[in-house]
Each structure stands twice: as structure tokens, then as C-alpha cells.
């Protein structure tokens, strides 16, 4: 199995809203990533799990909260999000985390994030 | 700091004829780069990557890329472009310096014309 995938497909939600996504892979990569895309433009890195510990977080609001329950598992947890933060959010796995040796990122479809 | 420019916005080929898409990293040593090809609403698919060795990789789909470290480039290549190529394109770069993370191009639009 060499794929990602990420649920919801599509996610409309209020700014007062509390919403999670999720991203599975059971490939047995040791990173997981999320990036955020906004249209016409290339992904940019949120966060980077390696052994389930997150290993990088480039400096995201709190309103976006990582979390990592098993090895095959990423959720996204959404609260108190902006119109702004509308855009694909993309689930993204590799064999071995950065820096040590870099692999090819594996991505999921992504979840199409709407806020009212 | 690594940065990779990709020079066309948009490119507009008729099926069957040749595509090369551009690309150009700015990294002081042997860098990590990869193709991606993103399809409308969908995650990336690598196609090539190049890591040392043989400048010229082959990826799936029939794309090619060279590596030429003297003009700092990655173009990506296809001989007969077929119309479900029509997606955006990314070129990256990754380096162990930069904790491994990935630097994305601005990307490129392919449309094919029947």
C-alpha cells in the first residue's frame, strides 16, 4: 500500500467551530508532514512529525493544532480559524525524517478547507 | 538560503508535440531535487527525483530531467505530451542543511490544445 489518505475530502466550518483533519498511511514511514496550499501556489510546510514527536513547526498560529496518535496516524485539529486559512491542506509521508537522509515525500489527495 | 525559480507561469503545448519545463535552484552544494506533478484538486505525485549519480533521471509517465550543476538547473522534460499531462508542475529542492525541508518553485501551469 503506497498510499496516503486524508479525510474530509471537503470541510466547510464557522470561525468559531472546533474541527479535526485526519491523515493515515500505512506504508511504515517514520515522518509525516502537513502543508497548506493556497490556490496557484506551491505547499507550504506546517508541521513535521518524526517518530510521532513533532520535529518542526514553522511557526503556525495556535489556531492549528498537530497531533500524531500512532506512527500511521496525523491529525490536523482546527479551532477559532480565519477566512484566510481557506485553502488545500496536504498530508504528506516520507521513509526516514529530514535530515538524516532525505527520501520523497508521499502526498494525500488533501482536504479542501473552507471558513465562513 | 536554497530558493528555486521557475521562469514560466504558464506553457501551452498541442498534444503530441515536446515539452521542457524550467527550473533553477539556488543551493551552495549538490542539492536534492524532485519533480511534482499536481493534478486540479489533488495531493502531488513525485515524477523524479535526483539525488547523485547520473545527471540524466527517468521518472513515471515518460518524463526525463537533467541536471546541470553549471547552469544550476533541473529541467523536466517529455517528448509527446498527452492531454491528461495538462496539471501544475513543481520543481523542489531539499538539503540536508535546511533540516531537510523542501523548497518549492512558484510552479507551472501546463495546458495541452487537442
Known amino acids: 500500500d503506497t498510499e496516503v489518505t486524508q479525510t474530509p475530502k471537503h470541510l466547510v466550518m464557522g470561525m468559531t467551530n472546533k474541527k479535526s483533519l485526519k491523515c493515515e498511511q500505512h506504508?511504515?514511514?517514520?515522518?509525516m508532514y502537513w502543508y497548506k496550499q493556497k490556490a496557484k501556489k506551491p505547499p507550504e510546510l506546517m508541521f513535521v512529525y518524526s517518530y510521532e514527536k513533532l520535529s518542526i513547526n514553522e511557526s503556525v498560529p495556535s489556531r492549528f493544532s498537530p497531533e500524531c496518535p500512532n506512527s500511521s496516524l496525523l491529525n490536523l485539529h482546527l479551532h477559532a480559524l480565519q477566512p484566510e486559512d481557506s485553502a488545500l491542506y496536504l498530508c504528506a509521508s516520507s521513509q526516514d525524517p529530514p535530515p538524516s537522509s532525505y527520501n520523497e515525500q508521499f502526498f494525500g489527495p488533501g482536504t479542501r478547507l473552507t471558513v465562513l | 538560503a536554497q530558493s528555486v525559480t521557475q521562469p514560466d507561469i504558464h506553457i501551452t503545448v498541442s498534444e503530441g508535440a515536446s515539452l521542457e519545463l524550467r527550473c533553477n535552484y539556488s543551493?551552495?552544494?549538490?542539492?536534492?531535487l524532485f519533480w511534482y506533478v499536481q493534478s486540479p484538486g489533488q495531493g502531488l505525485q513525485l515524477l523524479l527525483k535526483y539525488f547523485s549519480g547520473d545527471t540524466l533521471v527517468q521518472g513515471i509517465k515518460g518524463f526525463e530531467a537533467e541536471f546541470k550543476r553549471s547552469q544550476s538547473s533541473f529541467n523536466l522534460r517529455k517528448p509527446s505530451v498527452h492531454w491528461s499531462d495538462a496539471a501544475e508542475y513543481f520543481c523542489?529542492?531539499?538539503?540536508?542543511?535546511?533540516?531537510?525541508?523542501?523548497?518549492f518553485g512558484d510552479g507551472t501551469t501546463l495546458t495541452v490544445k487537442p
Open positions: 506504508m511504515g514511514h517514520r515522518a
Open positions: 523542489a529542492v531539499g538539503a540536508r542543511t535546511n533540516a531537510g525541508k523542501s523548497t
Open positions: 543551493y551552495g552544494a549538490t542539492p536534492y
